[in-house]
């Protein structure tokens, strides 16, 4: 794991990759001091103050450690508790464990999953069909779990980033 600063250039750009593929609003909170930290090949984390957006490959995604207020700009499903603790080991998450659809989202689009009972963010996925679609359907696997509560971006996060 390598960690350095990010210059303003290059946030900027990695900023307006963000809106581009997310469609949510992100502002740079501060022009010094963004970090990115080097995971692995291909796996960056860049940390903009409150704001934790994660790399891997071509996949943007924000870290479960963003505001609250930053995270509700994306689609998200609510999963009933059986659901959670699947999810929470990385599992896919599957149409039974989905118990509501909040905003339109389409097929490869970052959305976040959230606990029916707490209302807390436990993981971000890929969706891997539309909303009407997913609403249909019966069985089967919604979105691949790209990001959630415990795993290696969370662990790190810890280390880089207080909670």
Same mark, same amino acid.
């Given at each position: 794991?390598?960690?350095?600063?990010?210059?303003?250039?290059?946030?900027?750009?990695?900023?307006?990759?963000?809106?581009?593929?997310?469609?949510?609003?992100?502002?740079?909170?501060?022009?010094?001091?963004? !970090?990115?930290? /080097?995971?692995?090949?291909? @796996?960056? $984390?860049?940390?903009? &103050?409150?704001?934790?957006? %994660?790399?891997? #490959?071509?996949?943007?995604?924000?870290?479960?450690?963003?505001?609250?207020?930053?995270?509700?700009?994306?689609?998200?499903?609510?999963?009933?508790?059986?659901?959670?603790?699947?999810?929470?080991?990385?599992?896919?998450?599957?149409?039974?464990?989905?118990?509501?659809?909040? !905003?339109?989202? /389409?097929?490869?689009?970052? @959305?976040? $999953?959230?606990?029916? &009972?707490?209302?807390?963010? %436990?993981?971000? #996925?890929?969706?891997?069909?539309?909303?009407?679609?997913?609403?249909?359907?019966?069985?089967?696997?919604?979105?691949?779990?790209?990001?959630?509560?415990?795993?290696?971006?969370?662990?790190?996060?810890?280390?880089?980033?207080?909670?």
């Amino acid at each position: 794991m390598r960690e350095s600063y990010i210059s303003k250039k290059d946030a900027k750009r990695l900023i307006e990759e963000v809106k581009e593929q997310l469609k949510i609003q992100i502002d740079v909170l501060k022009e010094k001091g963004n !970090k990115v930290v /080097e995971l692995e090949k291909n @796996v960056q $984390i860049f940390v903009f &103050d409150r704001i934790v957006i %994660i790399k891997n #490959g071509d996949i943007l995604f924000p870290a479960l450690t963003c505001e609250e207020d930053f995270l509700a700009q994306l689609p998200y499903v609510k999963v009933d508790k059986e659901a959670i603790p699947h999810i929470c080991k990385g599992a896919k998450v599957m149409r039974p464990g989905i118990v509501y659809f909040g !905003k339109e989202f /389409e097929k490869d689009d970052v @959305v976040c $999953i959230k606990d029916v &009972d707490h209302n807390k963010f %436990i993981a971000v #996925g890929k969706a891997l069909m539309r909303k009407t679609d997913a609403e249909n359907s019966v069985k089967g696997v919604i979105f691949n779990n790209l990001h959630y509560v415990g795993d290696k971006y969370w662990e790190t996060l810890k280390a880089i980033k207080p909670q």
